[in-house]
């Protein structure tokens, strides 16, 4: 298919980017650091660094890696939530031309066990909150060096001494544990001043990160992904957001995790970028806490998931806030569901946009053009430099409007899962990776995801999909949330059953299925109705079917 979505760029979004404009991440921080040095680059818990602290900081972190025994390319874990240490960290390692491995730090000691020993990390820089969890594995490991931290450990004294005592003491958040051979981040600070930081020469196909992924179908498995990825898809969102973008004047909200992959790039990296601000959210599961601290922002930018959206609107005070400098809310990492998306247009007064990104892209695949009046239930074109095709489960391409599964290429598809050759080259053929998403593309190259291949239904041979069931219960005015599974049937095969945790509590199991009779064919409407407090989530809220699949 020829690429039909690119007479849909608005002007000023170029077909073509040049994914070797850099030869590496190093190469545009260094840029950014001159460009900004005044800028506000990060703020977390009222605390500001600058572009010229990051890069000073961040420098000295990596004449302490350098000087500790480690080498250019040893992969070095990251294991907090967003605090100012991880921006300090992450471009600590980058410059010391080491690999960063993000670690989920809600995770179990086996989880954390499998990660750190397949990716190879040599060291690790973790939260004190998580220590104990790697305490249970530290001696299954061969890790060089533990470096860690506590929340408050960047807040000027004494707010530092006060947050990190309530929140060990009064809050009781960092479980007692006991680790060997470790070393406090401001430690490793002024050790890294007693030393010179050498530059490495890091070039595009050099490893920056290893990001695992979820590990839903079965063990997590680390996608390699190099600088000329990364460097390849922050000039693909460059070119997206160019023509809405001042440099150095966007203020970014980064309310989820900058070790998840989508955060990792729309806030972090990307704004890195352009000079802008990023404002650190450690806790945005605090609804309340949230919607205060964006009250003392002119916020212009916020990422998010839906399940992040919808609290928000839920959340009192949220409509009450300024939104005359927002110019983008991007919604990725799960489907926006237009309930949520039409009421963040009521309240807000911008247009929610939806993209599509994976792990193994650096993500960004696909977005929504930023000129578009209304939300369009799609996850929008193709970003400069990319092909995406429908096929079939032979491979051929499917005629235009039928669903298939989602292939891409392009620039910022990973190199291949790290240590799995069997599991690469079942997912990219010919450059061409396999999403596992099911998905279908418009005459005007609009492109929308129906469902992952894996989590499909079928009824009585008819293929259903839970995103389609998923978004006509949350239009009831009294769903908060929902999550559709199939669940086995001696007649049909499955039925669909839904999950629903209830925004009005009169709601009733007869109302809801009422309801779902008016708008979906009969075969699709849910057989069962299970009422919830809470449905279980990743750690960026991302609803997890797999979980109530396995109950």
Not at 34 to 61: G, Q
Not at 296 to 309: D, E, M, R, Y
Not at 321 to 341: H, T, Y
Not at 373 to 382: A, D, F, K, L, N
Request: charged fraction near 25%.
């Amino acid at each position: 298919m020829e690429k039909i979505w690119q007479k849909r760029y608005p002007e000023g979004v170029p077909y073509e980017i040049d994914p070797d404009r850099y030869s590496s991440l190093l190469e545009i921080f260094e840029e950014s650091s001159i460009t900004y040095a005044e800028r506000p680059a990060f703020v977390n818990l009222d605390r500001y660094i600058t572009f010229k602290e990051l890069d000073e900081l961040s420098k000295t972190f990596a004449a302490y890696l350098q000087s500790s025994g480690l080498k250019k390319g040893d992969p070095v874990a990251l294991m907090m939530p967003n605090l100012l240490q991880y921006p300090i960290a992450l471009f600590g390692i980058l410059r010391a031309g080491m690999v960063v491995v993000n670690v989920n730090p809600l995770y179990t000691a086996r989880e954390l066990k499998h990660q750190l020993e397949d990716s190879g990390a040599k060291a690790i820089v973790i939260l004190k909150n998580f220590a104990t969890t790697l305490e249970k594995v530290q001696h299954e490991l061969s890790l060089n060096k533990v470096i860690v931290t506590a929340i408050g450990d960047l807040l000027p004294a004494p707010k530092r001494w006060v947050v990190n005592f309530a929140v060990r003491y009064i809050k009781k958040m960092v479980p007692a544990y006991n680790l060997d051979n470790t070393i406090e981040f401001n430690a490793t600070l002024a050790e890294g001043k007693r030393h010179s930081y050498v530059r490495p020469t890091v070039v595009g196909s050099d490893l920056a990160f290893l990001q695992y992924t979820g590990g839903t179908t079965g063990v997590s498995k680390g996608a390699m992904l190099t600088h000329r990825n990364m460097v390849a898809n922050l000039e693909q969102v460059s070119a997206v957001i160019n023509p809405l973008v001042e440099n150095g004047k966007e203020v970014a909200i980064a309310a989820l995790p900058l070790y998840h992959i989508f955060a990792l790039t729309a806030n972090c990296l990307t704004f890195m970028k352009h000079g802008g601000l990023n404002v650190l959210i450690t806790n945005p599961r605090d609804m309340p806490g949230f919607v205060k601290e964006l009250s003392k922002f002119k916020f212009t930018v916020i990422p998010g998931v839906n399940t992040l959206f919808n609290g928000l609107l839920n959340t009192p005070g949220f409509s009450e806030l300024d939104f005359k400098e927002l110019k983008v809310a991007l919604g990725g990492g799960m489907a926006v569901q237009r309930s949520v998306a039409d009421n963040w247009a009521k309240v807000t007064g911008t247009v929610l946009l939806e993209g599509y990104g994976l792990t193994e892209c650096a993500p960004v695949v696909t977005t929504n053009p930023y000129d578009i009046e209304h939300y369009t239930g799609s996850i929008g074109i193709p970003v400069p430099s990319t092909d995406l095709k429908i096929v079939d489960d032979d491979g051929n391409e499917v005629p235009m409007g039928e669903a298939g599964e989602v292939l891409v290429k392009g620039p910022q598809v990973m190199v291949g899962y790290l240590g799995r050759p069997e599991a690469t080259a079942k997912s990219i053929k010919d450059g061409w990776f396999a999403t596992g998403d099911m998905g279908t593309v418009d005459e005007q190259g609009f492109f929308r995801i129906v469902d992952r291949k894996k989590d499909m239904i079928l009824v009585s041979g008819f293929n259903v999909y839970p995103n389609e069931i998923e978004d006509v219960v949350a239009s009831h005015p009294k769903v908060l949330e929902v999550a559709a599974i199939g669940v086995p049937h001696e007649a049909s095969g499955e039925v669909v059953k839904v999950f629903v945790v209830k925004k009005d509590q009169s709601l009733t199991e007869r109302e809801l299925r009422d309801y779902c009779r008016e708008n979906l064919t009969a075969y699709k409407v849910p057989k069962l109705v299970e009422f919830r407090d809470e449905l279980p989530k990743t750690n960026v809220g991302k609803i997890l079917r797999r979980a109530l699949k396995d109950e």
